[in-house]
């Protein structure tokens, strides 16, 4: 929706007055190697997309934080306080998560309007949460004028996420969504916070988002459980000589090590994150040498891993990648984001990104059941006010 028009929406919502009403807007991001190693200490490489949310913000005199979305019929209304406790399952817990941050920090707001608009599909891994706490997140601090950073913003959504809404999310997606730039994805070594960005260039290629449109269902639990799972892996590893996180390994000292890790499955997670990094690393020299060839390899070799080591893809995301690998042109594919469902990521060559639509869309539909959304990616800029 224009900004022009989600304005009149907030009126017809909420009323009309002189306050003055500000808009702000956070993208979605899509990650497109380094997945499930960013709470590992490791590397990620995602890029901000052109469509995300909008918030549309007021004070409002009041004593209560009024929330209403143009995406559902779900409306909040919290009295302002100190002591904010999470509502249930409603999608308000994302910002009060982001104005509970705020209050531990001391800052006590008043009363005020919020009306988002979100383009995100929800659960598809594109990064919906991240995009309303950043957004929340960014407007409060220019509304305010807190004087926060963008990094001091992305720590702050990404601690509302994990302690108020209780996904223990690492810092990729919040990172992704706030520091994106236009034709450019992010590297960023999560043990340092040190990032660079580095063009896009795609060279007649294209990236396609490919939704499953199969809802993540216990994806929450089963993310916790794997950031346990390669806890019990550093703690395994660590008996001799103490290592902070997985990835301080490289693959040749992991195998150095291998008989400490006396359970397989967590032998695995492990090889998985160790893996990961390196292929992130390979990636973005290919990148820079435009050997889109070798990105694509690399894309496909991380997906293996997902699925065979890490165990997070299942059956739609695996026919999904299947079914877009069999296809001439297509260099990679892979699920993207937390996995259990969601999207994948696909780099084609432009001259087929209509036949994979249609093509890749039946096959998947002939065996899955389901039909498939397909967005040709538009990388673009981070979080700002419209
Ligand atoms: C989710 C999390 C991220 C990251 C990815 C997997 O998107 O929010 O922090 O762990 O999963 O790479």
């Keep these: 929706m224009k900004s022009n028009e989600l304005i009149h929406e907030f009126e017809k919502i909420y009323g009309y007055s002189n306050v003055n009403i500000r808009v702000f807007f956070s993208p979605g991001r899509v990650n497109l190697i380094g997945e499930h190693t960013d709470?590992?200490?490791?590397y990620v490489f995602p890029c901000a997309l052109d469509f995300g949310t909008q918030l549309v913000i007021r004070?409002?005199?009041?004593?209560?934080?009024?929330?209403a979305t143009t995406n559902f019929e779900d409306k909040g209304e919290i009295v302002v306080s100190s002591r904010l406790t999470k509502h249930g399952n409603h999608w308000y817990n994302y910002p009060l998560a982001v104005i509970d941050q705020f209050n531990k920090k001391g800052h006590i707001f008043e009363g005020m309007d919020f009306l988002f608009s979100g383009e995100i599909?929800?659960?598809?891994?594109?990064?919906?949460?991240?995009?309303v706490e950043t957004v929340t997140?960014?407007?409060l601090n220019e509304m305010y004028a807190m004087n926060y950073d963008r990094w001091d913003l992305v720590k702050l959504s990404q601690k509302a996420e994990n302690e108020f809404v209780g996904v223990n999310c690492g810092i990729m997606d919040q990172f992704a969504v706030m520091m994106g730039k236009e034709n450019h994805a992010l590297f960023l070594n999560c043990a340092t916070l040190d990032y660079d960005t580095v063009p896009l260039k795609m060279d007649g290629h294209k990236l396609i988002i490919s939704n499953t449109n199969k809802k993540r269902g216990l994806a929450d639990s089963k993310y916790?459980?794997?950031?346990?799972?390669c806890e019990t892996a550093v703690d395994m590893l660590?008996?001799?000589?103490?290592?902070?996180?997985?990835?301080v390994l490289n693959y040749a000292e992991y195998m150095?090590?291998?008989?400490?890790?006396?359970?397989?499955?967590?032998?695995?997670?492990?090889?998985h994150v160790i893996t990961e990094n390196n292929r992130v690393l390979e990636a973005i020299v290919a990148l820079k040498n435009n050997e889109l060839g070798r990105f694509g390899d690399l894309m496909n070799q991380s997906h293996d891993s997902l699925k065979n080591d890490y165990e997070v893809t299942g059956k739609e995301l695996d026919v999904l990648v299947e079914e877009a690998r069999k296809l001439d042109g297509v260099l990679g594919s892979r699920m993207t984001g937390a996995g259990f469902g969601g999207c994948t990521v696909s780099l084609v060559r432009e001259d087929v990104v209509d036949e994979f639509?249609?093509?890749?869309?039946?096959?998947?539909?002939?065996r899955t059941g389901l039909i498939p959304e397909f967005y040709v990616a538009a990388v673009g800029e981070g979080t700002r006010e419209v």
């Excluded at 916790?224 to 799972?229: F, T």
């Excluded at 660590?238 to 990835?247: G, Q, T």
């Design 39 to 42: 709470y590992n200490g490791g």
């Design 121 to 131: 599909p929800n659960g598809a891994g594109l990064s919906s949460s991240a995009s």
């Design 137 to 139: 997140a960014y407007a």
């Design 224 to 229: 916790n459980e794997r950031r346990s799972e």
């Design 238 to 247: 660590s008996v001799k000589k103490p290592i902070e996180n997985l990835s």
């Design 256 to 271: 150095d090590m291998k008989e400490l890790i006396s359970d397989q499955l967590v032998f695995r997670r492990a090889k």
């Design 357 to 366: 639509k249609i093509i890749v869309g039946k096959a998947y539909f002939d």
């Design 59 to 67: 004070k409002n005199n009041l004593n209560v934080f009024r929330f």
